[in-house]
């Protein structure tokens, strides 16, 4: 078995269907309109992770947190700066 992991620089979209569990862990953070399919479907096909913490006012830091201490390998997380 491999380690789960989340590019940065994928959609929501891609994301999403390769695993749903990263769904749940994005509501948690306040992404609650990720659970809806047929936003997932249309917005989430253009938007990544980092332009939708953008857009919520959520620290990028803190959603690479909660995917690393979920168990993911993080990829692109070394682009972004946070505290």
Do not use: H, W
Request: aromatic share 8%; net charge negative.
């Amino acid at each position: 078995m491999g380690t789960s992991s989340v590019d940065l620089g994928k959609s929501i979209y891609e994301l999403c269907e390769a695993n749903e569990e990263i769904v749940s862990i994005m509501v948690q953070l306040g992404f609650d309109q990720i659970a809806n399919p047929i936003i997932r479907n249309t917005a989430g096909r253009a938007m990544t992770i980092p332009k939708g913490a953008k857009c919520k006012g959520i620290s990028i830091g803190i959603i690479i947190e909660a995917f690393e201490q979920a168990g993911y390998t993080v990829i692109g997380k070394e682009l972004y700066t946070y505290e």
